[in-house]
């Protein structure tokens, strides 16, 4: 089992940034890909970031040269950069965590793995 502790949420102004970090603990060795979902309102969870363990990303369109995703290879904590925030990224925002073998478009199919318990970020003037 493998517990996910996520922190760095808040209340920002429009153009501003935010960094999330995600904490794993329990059997953290079996951990393969990694990324940050999130859930707007009235809108289903969606992928939003991916990293592999050996630090290729991916990101969705929508967030594409606005956030970074980073990864320490020891003990797998997470980080997401989020830069020039505007309102639409207003979310409940997830750490994930897949199984070793696990691949990133997996990631992008399905939901699963394992769940932090999401960090609210709204963005707003």
């Known amino acids: 089992q493998v517990q996910l502790a996520e922190s760095g949420g808040g209340l920002v102004q429009p153009g501003g940034s935010l960094t999330l970090s995600c904490e794993p603990s329990g059997s953290i060795f079996g951990i393969g890909p990694m990324g940050w979902y999130r859930q707007r309102p009235g809108a289903q969870r969606e992928l939003v970031a991916a990293v592999t363990t050996g630090g290729t990303t991916d990101y969705a369109a929508a967030v594409e040269g606005r956030f970074t995703i980073s990864r320490n290879g020891r003990n797998n904590n997470l980080w997401l950069q989020m830069n020039n925030l505007q309102p639409e990224d207003t979310a409940i925002y997830y750490c994930?965590?897949?199984?070793?073998?696990?691949?990133?478009?997996?990631?992008?199919?399905?939901?699963?793995?394992?769940w932090g318990q999401g960090t609210q970020v709204t963005v707003s003037s």
């Open positions: 994930n965590a897949r199984q070793r073998g696990s691949t990133i478009p997996t990631m992008w199919a399905r939901l699963g793995g394992y």
